[in-house]
């Protein structure tokens, strides 16, 4: 009988859900997987040399999943850690947010939410919002649209700061004056 343990790639407590190869510690070093630098270089090596075959023959992540890898890599468009961790959060989460529309609040990057749009057949649009749209924010999009050329029409930032004024946002609205802009996916 198998048994399974915490380094099994496909066990719901193994370290990376994600990006699977990771759980093999000589690819999460070779990958960069924790460090705050951006994805680039090793990725890209990484992502060639394998030709997506894992070491010892283990599973891997999605071709899609390594197509956005490769682009995020190409244009060094965020830090590996950024990216593992908006992965990781994206594969635990998803089987527990089966909507049409997906609010990411407080968004950062948009990593997150992006995947949403790339990964999830069903999300039919993602609104992002933080206090300001980061400077990396197209870089990162353009990746994923590369990857994903359907993100483009189903996403939409949000600056928005839902904390100014008592948690107002605009013209004395609350966190409810996003509700337009999501009711526009239902």
């Known amino acids: 009988s198998v048994s399974k343990t915490k380094t099994d790639a496909w066990c719901d407590d193994a ?26 270089a090793p990725m890209l090596d990484y992502l060639h040399s394998s030709g997506g ?33 908006a992965l990781e959060f994206y594969t635990r989460v998803r089987k527990r947010v089966r909507r049409r529309v997906v609010l990411d ?3 950062g990057h948009g990593l997150a939410g992006l995947l949403f749009a790339a990964l999830e057949r069903t999300v ?9 749209r980061p400077a990396c924010f197209d ?3 353009e990746a ?17 700061d839902l904390f100014v004024n008592g948690g107002k946002v605009g013209g004395g609205q609350g966190a409810e004056a996003l509700l337009p802009v999501a009711a526009e996916g239902e």
Do not use: Y
């Open 15 to 40: 370290p990376f859900a994600g990006f699977t190869e990771c759980n093999n510690p000589h690819v999460a070093e070779l990958v960069q997987c924790g460090v705050r630098t951006r994805m680039g």
């Open 53 to 85: 075959q894992e070491e010892g023959g283990g599973e891997r992540a999605s071709a899609l999943i390594r197509s956005l890898a490769f682009e995020m890599a190409s244009s060094a468009a965020i830090d590996s850690k950024e990216f593992f961790e």
């Open 105 to 107: 609040l407080a968004c």
């Open 124 to 132: 039919e649009k993602v609104v992002l919002v933080d206090a300001r």
């Open 139 to 141: 870089a990162i999009f």
């Open 144 to 160: 994923v649209v590369r990857a994903a050329p359907w993100v483009k029409e189903k996403v939409c930032f949000c600056e928005a």
